[in-house]
Every structure is written in structure tokens, then in C-alpha cells.
């Protein structure tokens, strides 16, 4: 499948959600393809940091990703491709949303993060159009606070209001998110059972319900939606 991580703002969490699902894709025997399309190259220095079997992260110039792209899906060398943005919303964010399975929008759980999600929003409904075919969009709420408060209740009749999708999932503030940009170690290498390791499990149960909706569990057949 094609991942697409967008978000019209900085530092609310593509790059951390990109690197924990590719991660996890990848500790599960998939062969995984991270796109580092941010110039800051954030996944692409992480990459330096970790040895995960199944794992690559490339970081091609903006203007030739649609070309690396291509060769990369025809190789056949990759199970799942994951598309890490930088947070301005301009032509490669618009070319990578028009080839994806989904677009994950994450979002912290404030007004103008959740008003920058809607504006991502309305941008994949019009790259729909010009597709001709469903892009399926759904926000992910990051970096939340573990008890409710005013702020997530505000958030969340916001998104209820406003109909935008959103996963189940949410994930929550945690020290092991921040520490993979310092160690290199996915947060799901070692809390499998509890965590952060739980928050990615449920998160990619969702996605791939979304992506493969017709197909049972097991016969979920890597980048089956992008043929
Ligand atoms: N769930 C989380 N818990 C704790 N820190 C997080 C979480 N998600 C992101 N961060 C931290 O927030 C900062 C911005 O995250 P990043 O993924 O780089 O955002 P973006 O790619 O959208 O700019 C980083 O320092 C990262 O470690
Ligand atoms: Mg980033």
C-alpha cells in the first residue's frame, strides 16, 4: 500500500507516525520503502541510526520523486511504500496525495492544528476529482495528554461537528516517540505489548481495514490497492 503522511504544519508528528508504521511494517516481514520528501531529511538521518531487515529510507529531490516512485513500484522490491512530507502545502504534497491508499493527517489536539487537518482535507476532496477515484483520508490525532481534558473534549465535538474522519486510534504523548529520533530504535521494537507498540498495532489494524476493506486479515496482500 501507499501511505501518505501530510499535514500543512510542522511538528505534529508525520515524520515520528511515518518512521513507527514503516518500522512496524517492517518487524512483521514486510518490505517496506520510506520516501523522505521533507528537506530536512529528518526520516532520511534517522535511517543512518537503525538497522531494521526490510526497512529502506530514501530521500529523492522532490522533483524526481514522481519518477522514483514509479521505478521503485515496478521493481517489485517492496511491499509498502510510506511518503513522509515536509508541513507546506505545495506541489509534491499534491502529487503524493493523488497516488496514495490513504492519507493519514495527524493533528495535536488543538483549533489551528484541527483547522490546518481541514484544510488538508479539502485538498485531498479536490485531488479526488482531478484522480477520478476515492482517496481515503483520515486524521490522526498525536501527541495527546493520556486523561481527557477541556482541550481533547473541545477537539473532539470539533471533528464531530466538522464530519472530517478520523482513526479510532489516537496517539499519546510518549517518551518513546521522542527518543527514536535520538536512538534510532522504533518505538516498537521493544514495547510490542504495551505503549507505544499497542498504539502502532491498532493504528495499522485500521489502516489496512481501510485500505483492504474486502479482504480477511490474512490475505491482505501488500500494494494489492495500487495495481
Ligand atoms: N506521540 C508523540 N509523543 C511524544 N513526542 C512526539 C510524538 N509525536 C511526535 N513527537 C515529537 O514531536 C516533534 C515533532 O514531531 P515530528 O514527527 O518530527 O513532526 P512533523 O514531521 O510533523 O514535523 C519531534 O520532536 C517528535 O519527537
Ligand atoms: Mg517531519
Known sequence: MILVFASSKGGVGKSTTCAACGAALALENSRVLILDLDQNRTLHRWSRKFSIPGLTVEAPAPDDFPTVLKSRLTSGDYDHVLIDLAGVREMTMFKAISRADLVIIPAQASEPDIREAL?????????????????????????????????????????A????????????????????????????????????GVEIAALLDEIEEIVYPDAAPADRHPLQAAE
Do not use: C
Open 119 to 159: 484544510v488538508i482535507a479539502g485538498d485531498v476532496r479536490d485531488l479526488e476529482e482531478t484522480a477520478g477515484r476515492k482517496i481515503p483520508y483520515r486524521l490522526l490525532l498525536t501527541k495527546m495528554f493520556p486523561l481527557r481534558n477541556r482541550v481533547s473534549d473541545f477537539a473532539y465535538s470539533e471533528l
Open 161 to 196: 461537528r466538522k464530519g472530517l474522519p478520523m482513526f479510532k486510534t489516537v496517539l499519546v504523548e510518549r517518551t518513546a516517540y521522542r527518543e527514536m529520533f535520538l536512538n534510532g530504535e522504533p518505538p516498537t521494537q521493544h514495547d510490542t505489548g504495551k505503549g507505544a
